[in-house]
Nanobody
């Protein structure tokens, strides 16, 4: 089970840190990702980190967002800096990548960036 938190409303240029807390004993063996979705659009990958700690970030947020994980706390993070209005979305965390699809999903947390 995944619990996403940390969303909120900020002005453009601001920062937020999202957290994804996992329950269970296998977190350290899972890849973890953050996705986001806006109404009438498909959910899009933002960043992902594998169990070795190797991270990738999509071009649209590269240089502004960073994904990390703390296996001892069974938590993954998405640090979002220099936020833009187009970053407004519901952000979801996901874990356990199998055949390029994620098995477990959190409930989503809303990020609203105003200009």
């Amino acid at each position: 089970q995944l619990q996403a938190s940390g969303g909120g409303s900020v002005q453009a240029g601001g920062s937020l840190r999202l957290s994804c807390a996992a329950s269970g004993h296998s977190f350290r063996s899972y890849s973890v990702a953050w996705f986001r979705q806006v109404p009438r659009k498909e959910r899009e990958l933002v960043a992902e980190i594998d169990f070795f700690g190797s991270a990738t970030v999509e071009d649209s947020v590269k240089g502004r967002f960073a994904i990390s994980r703390d296996n001892a706390k069974k938590t993954a993070y998405l640090q979002m800096n220099s936020l833009k209005p187009e970053d407004t979305a519901v952000y979801y965390c996901a874990a356990q990548k199998v055949y390029n699809k994620y098995t477990y999903w959190g409930q989503g947390t809303l990020v609203t960036v105003s200009s």
